[in-house]
C-alpha cells in the first residue's frame, strides 16, 4: 500500500494540473506533504502534523470579510485604548517590572512599548486565537489569493513544531496563523521569537519572560533606538501644504525644517531643539490627526504597516508613561 501511495498521489496532482483545474484539497494536502518530506522532514512527523488538517470554510471567509479601514482615527483609538487597558498596562507593568527591567536592559527597548504591543496584540495575553495554526496555513495556502506568502509561513511552521518549541496541540494562533501573545507569525517567530528563561524552548504562547524578550528582540532588530521616543501629536498652519506629508524616506526631513515650516506641538509649543530627521503624516487627511513621527515609528510600521495600528501602539505606550 505504501508503495503505490506516492505515485497514485503523484498522478492525480498531474491529472488535475493537465486539466487546468484546481486540485482539491485531498490533492493539494498530499502535495504539501510529499513537498515537506522532499524538505527533509521524516514521513513519521509530517503524518502526523497533519492529522485532522481539514478545510476551514471559516477561516476562507475571515480572510475575505477583513474589515477596511473605515473607522476614524478617532473612533480607531477610542476602540483599541480604552481607558481600562491603560489602567491594566499601567498595573501590568508594575506586576511584571522585574523581567520587563532586564528585558529592557538587554534590548534596549522602552518597557512601555512592550506593554503596549503585548496589549494592542493579544490584551496582555488574553486574546490568542483557538485556531490550529497548520490548519489555518494549509487552507489559506489552498485558498489561493497568497499561496507563495501563506506556504511560507506553513513551512516555517513545520520548523517550530521540528524544534520542540510549543507541543502540537498547543499550537494555536489567529485564523490567519498568528500565533501566541505577540502574535508572531511563524517566520517573525523563526527571526525573532526568544528563550529568555533558558528553558530550551521559546514559548511565546505561555511565558511572559519569552513574550517581552521576543517583542523587544524583533523591535531591536528592525531598527529601534531607545534613545528616543515614537513622535508625537502636532499642528500646523492654516493652508499648510501636506504635499510635505507621507512616511517615505524621501520625506523625513529635521526637526528645525518642520518649525520652519510652521509645524508645532499640539499644544502650540515649539518643537524639541534636537537634531532628529522626522516623517509628518496625516492617516485621516488634512483635516484629522497629524503627528510628526521618528525612526522608531517606522519600525512600528515593520511590524502592522497599517498607521493606525502604529498610532495606536504609540498613543498606548504615552499613556502607560503618564500612568493613566
Ligand atoms: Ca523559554
Redesign the pocket.
Known amino acids: 500500500m505504501k508503495f503505490i501511495y506516492k505515485p497514485l498521489i503523484i498522478t492525480l496532482v498531474l491529472i488535475s494540473q493537465s486539466l487546468n483545474a484546481k486540485p482539491s484539497f485531498e490533492v493539494y494536502l498530499a502535495n504539501l506533504k510529499l513537498e515537506a518530506v522532499g524538505q527533509g522532514y521524516t514521513n513519521e512527523f509530517i503524518e502526523e502534523v497533519f492529522t485532522n488538517v481539514s478545510y476551514r470554510e471559516k477561516t476562507v471567509v475571515a480572510d475575505k470579510n477583513q474589515p477596511e479601514t473605515k473607522l476614524t482615527l478617532d473612533r480607531y483609538l477610542a476602540t483599541r485604548v480604552p481607558d481600562w487597558k491603560v489602567k491594566k498596562a499601567v498595573d501590568l507593568m508594575e506586576k511584571h517590572q522585574v523581567i520587563l527591567n532586564r528585558v529592557e536592559q538587554q534590548f534596549g527597548v522602552q518597557k512601555r512599548f512592550i506593554v503596549a504591543l503585548w496589549g494592542n496584540e493579544s490584551n496582555f495575553g488574553k486574546i490568542t486565537g483557538t485556531h490550529s495554526v497548520i490548519n489555518s496555513l494549509v487552507t489559506l495556502a489552498y485558498e489561493g489569493r497568497r499561496e507563495a506568502l501563506f506556504k511560507k509561513q506553513l513551512f516555517a511552521a513545520l520548523t517550530i513544531l521540528k524544534q520542540g518549541h510549543v507541543k502540537k496541540e498547543d499550537f494555536l494562533g489567529s485564523w490567519a496563523g498568528a500565533m501566541g501573545q505577540s502574535q508572531f507569525m511563524p517566520t517573525s517567530f523563526l527571526d525573532y521569537a526568544i528563550?529568555?528563561?533558558n528553558?530550551g524552548?521559546?514559548?511565546i504562547w505561555n511565558?511572559t519572560a519569552?513574550v517581552f524578550a521576543s517583542i523587544a528582540n524583533f523591535l531591536k532588530s528592525e531598527g529601534w533606538s531607545e534613545d528616543i521616543t515614537w513622535g508625537r501629536q502636532v499642528s500646523v498652519p492654516d493652508n499648510f501644504d501636506f504635499n510635505v506629508a507621507g512616511l517615505q524616506s524621501s520625506k523625513k526631513r529635521l526637526l528645525a525644517h518642520w518649525q520652519k515650516l510652521g509645524v508645532r506641538r499640539y499644544d502650540g509649543q515649539d518643537l524639541p531643539q534636537v537634531g532628529l530627521k522626522a516623517s509628518l503624516i496625516n492617516p485621516d487627511g488634512k483635516n484629522g490627526r497629524l503627528y510628526l513621527v521618528y525612526d522608531n515609528f517606522h519600525t512600528l510600521m515593520k511590524w502592522n504597516r497599517s498607521s493606525y495600528f502604529g498610532i495606536s501602539v504609540s498613543y498606548l505606550s504615552d499613556r502607560i508613561k503618564k500612568g493613566s
Open positions: 528563550d529568555f528563561d528553558d524552548r521559546k514559548d511565558n519569552d
